[in-house]
């Protein structure tokens, strides 16, 4: 079993940045593929940004360029680093760890970009 619980969303103006975080319950980046969704109600839940256990990173074409994913292995916490952020942005977002017969999710953190 895994846990993975996220923090670091919040309000922010557009424009802005934010930086949520996701803490795996034990080590597993090395095997594990790592990955942030984002879903706002009423629609699907959809890729914001992944990065494979080998270390390459695939980004949803709405976030390219603006968001990075990243990950540190001493303290088992998974980054979204996001900027120029804008309302469309806005949705709760979830932390995905992902194998051959595993998968799990965190609980979500809202983000909202409003003025």
């Known amino acids: 079993q895994v846990q993975l619980v996220e923090s670091g969303g919040g309000l922010v103006q557009p424009g802005g940045s934010l930086r949520l975080s996701c803490v795996a319950s034990r080590s597993i980046f090395s095997s594990y593929d790592m990955g942030w969704y984002r879903q706002i109600p009423g629609k699907q839940r959809e890729l914001a940004a992944v990065i494979t256990s080998g270390g390459n990173t695939n980004y949803g074409d709405s976030v390219k360029g603006r968001f990075t994913i990243s990950r540190d292995y001493a303290k088992n916490t998974l980054y979204l680093h996001m900027n120029s952020l804008k309302p469309e942005d806005t949705a709760v977002y979830y932390c995905?760890?992902?194998?051959?017969?595993?998968?799990?999710w965190g609980q979500g953190t809202q983000v909202t970009v409003s003025s």
């Open positions: 995905h760890a992902g194998r051959r017969l595993y998968d799990y």
